[in-house]
């Protein structure tokens, strides 16, 4: 049986643009300019006039701001939907996001309620000594990613848990499948598992523009026996006798006795056994993937004579003696 645990979700409260400091920088590629606005501008550092597809003054070689990246599109999580928007600037003194005028640090991204700011079209200015760069981005609709999905083992061991983790983005909703059936874990981050056998796990991420999955296949190797012993080797008829063993990835298992008397027993032990004569017993673990075997022998002397004498040392033939 499986119990998930659940990562705590904090409440869904108003979401208010990050300030600098407080937005969460991320690597970015840096890619070609972006163009901006085409409108013709003057240097702010010579005056000089420049077309609007120059990036840079074409008299004193003084470079606008540099947009790299801009984008915004709707970003779904479990318990709210927001607009998710990245970007990335160089040569900029200043920066800020339209509409807001909120100032923004040269690249990261920002997630904003749509409930309080329900434009589908927003603008980033960055601006410079030489002058100022715009540029637009309309709300998108993308997939979900699945940034990660793994197992804390790739085996398993029957009687032990396996936890299962992933990080997810722009999901509204994630589910587990596995042969047990379909669990709805939009609102956690792990999941404890217990396997008795081979298992595949599919964790699907979904957003009204699509799903997406991952698969992770985990391993029950065979079981092993690790000992096997009885409390002694050599015994008195019908005197009781405990077996005892360790053994791993064991799903059942039984005991036979060299007289063919066959039981199932508790795959961790102890057994107890009252053999009226030398004996070999023989444990026997499997699980879905395999089995493995070990036999002790339990000894009963052979019968020893402790005393044996007469009533009279010297007798007459045909004299009765005790």
Request: net charge negative.
């Amino acid at each position: 049986m499986a119990h998930p645990r659940k990562k705590p979700v904090s409440p869904g409260s108003r979401l208010r643009p990050l300030s600098a400091a407080e937005a969460k920088v991320v690597s970015l590629p840096v890619e070609p300019p972006l163009p901006g606005t085409l409108t013709a501008w003057s240097c702010g550092h010579c005056e000089a006039s420049n077309e609007g597809h120059h990036r840079q003054c074409q008299a004193c070689q003084a470079p606008l701001p540099i947009i790299a990246l801009f984008t915004a599109h709707t970003y779904y999580q479990a318990d709210r939907t927001s607009i998710r928007i990245r970007w990335e600037v160089a040569e900029a003194e200043s920066l800020f996001l339209e509409p807001g005028h909120t100032p923004l640090p040269a690249k990261g991204y920002v997630d904003i309620n749509p409930e309080f700011e329900p434009s589908r079209s927003f603008q980033l200015v960055a601006t410079n000594r030489t002058g100022t760069s715009r540029l637009q981005a309309q709300v998108s609709e993308i997939k979900p990613r699945i940034r990660t999905f793994s197992a804390s083992e790739a085996t398993i061991q029957v009687g032990h848990p396996i936890i299962l983790s992933w990080e997810v983005e722009n999901a509204a909703a994630v589910r587990l499948q596995h042969p047990s059936g379909e669990i709805d874990l939009s609102d956690v981050s792990f999941y404890e598992l217990f396997c008795e056998e081979s298992t595949t796990c599919t964790l699907i991420a979904s957003n009204p523009m699509g799903s997406v999955s991952r698969v992770l296949r985990l391993t029950l190797p065979p079981p092993q026996i690790q000992s096997f012993h009885a409390t002694q080797d050599h015994i008195r008829s019908g005197d009781p006798v405990q077996l005892f063993w360790e053994a791993s990835n064991v799903t059942r298992a039984w005991l036979t006795d060299s007289h063919g008397d066959r039981r199932e027993v508790s795959p961790s032990g102890p057994c107890t056994v009252r053999p009226e004569q030398t004996t070999t017993y023989t444990l026997r673990v499997e699980n879905p993937s395999g089995q493995a075997e070990a036999s002790c022998t339990l000894t009963l002397p052979p019968p020893r004579i402790v005393r044996f004498e007469a009533n009279a040392p010297i007798s007459a033939e045909g004299e009765a003696l005790t």
